[in-house]
């Protein structure tokens, strides 16, 4: 789809800053909204008082989630802050009262059936990453040989959620079967080298390093089974895995193991890492830095999907 010359430097703008391709999509998302809510007038005519109702709105009438609108006001304030150097200030909006849901979590029981029902040895490598090391789905897709420390049983995560790095656990029953997954990507890499094509690079890298992509240090451990254009430099190379695949293949794997009676996403096996941790009694500040969480705050809400091993409570009716 084509986007307006507005949205188009925006989007130049947001690439030099360095913002993801999909923190870049999202905003660009919220900011066209914003210009449509307002019969398409132009952002510079705008400010706070626009960008006040708009959010208003978005609680008033449309009832999201406090998430949403505050997805909503980042992409505003980058709008404004930023690109269009109007500072925006305090705004005094209505804030999303929608309550945040509970995350689904599952017990060890029902991730070994939804492990041991999933068919593609690859898939299930993925899901047991995602459970056993806390990662988000594209975290773990975007993976690179590089980012596999056998030796300390560590994984280094970059560019993670708000342009963030940590490091996280390596399960130590999943090395072997990473050391073949890596070798079946390296495989790959070698027949696309041959053809002058290798996995996505990062854009400045790619200028400063062009030999960077024969490496096998930069290959993707689980890459896409087709080649296609790089979205900036639309160099022809070989992206890693599309989430889409590993939804359809859970959404399988739960129906075959019959934990029908939940919503199961791929982010639910990082709720139930966190959750897990926490009922094994390891510190939440550790969890905390293990899922890459900026405020405790955040890491807190699994507290409350504890149940009886919180704080150790127990409901006073098992107590009769």
């Known amino acids: 789809m084509s986007r307006s010359p507005f949205l188009q430097s925006i989007s130049r703008d947001m690439r030099q800053k360095g913002y993801s391709l999909r923190t ?22 705008m400010g706070g008082e626009e960008v ?30 930023k690109f269009l150097d109007q500072p925006l200030g305090d705004l005094d909006f209505v804030p999303a009262s929608k ?21 593609h040895p690859r898939n299930r490598a993925i899901f047991s990453l995602l459970y056993g090391s806390g990662l988000r789905i594209n975290e773990c897709l975007r993976l690179r040989v590089k980012d596999i420390d056998f030796n300390l049983s560590r994984i280094l995560v970059h560019d993670s959620k708000g342009n963030k790095h940590r490091t ?25 080298n041959a053809q002058g094509i290798g996995p996505s690079m990062p854009i400045a890298l790619n200028r400063k390093y062009p030999s960077a992509y024969q ?10 089974a087709n080649v296609c254009q790089h979205p900036v430099s639309a160099r022809l190379c070989r992206h890693h895995l599309h989430d889409s695949v590993l939804r359809k293949a859970l959404k399988q794997a739960v129906i075959n193991a019959g ?20 009922q094994a009694g390891y510190d939440i500040r550790t969890v905390q830095e293990l899922l890459g969480h900026t405020d405790v705050a955040t890491t807190q809400i699994y507290t409350h999907v504890l149940g009886q091993q919180f704080a150790g409570t127990r ?3 098992d107590a009769l």
């Open 24 to 45: 870049e999509k999202t905003y660009l998302h919220w900011i066209k909204r914003f210009i449509l809510f307002h019969s398409k007038r132009h952002p510079n005519t």
């Open 52 to 81: 006040r109702i708009f959010l208003s709105y978005l609680a008033n009438d449309l009832h999201v989630s406090t998430s949403t609108q505050k997805i909503a006001l980042n992409a505003l304030a980058f709008l404004y802050n």
């Open 99 to 119: 309550p945040r849901r509970l995350p689904t979590v599952l017990s060890v029981t029902e991730v070994q059936q939804i492990l041991h029902a999933t068919e």
């Open 168 to 192: 996280t656990l390596l399960p130590t029953q999943l090395i072997p079967v990473l050391k073949t997954l890596i070798q079946e990507a390296c495989i790959i890499q070698k027949k696309d």
């Open 215 to 224: 490496q096998p240090a930069w290959m993707f451990i689980f890459p896409s």
């Open 259 to 278: 934990v029908l009676h939940k919503r199961i996403t791929c982010h639910t096996f990082r709720h139930s890492f966190a959750t897990h941790l926490l």
């Open 315 to 317: 409901s006073p009716l």
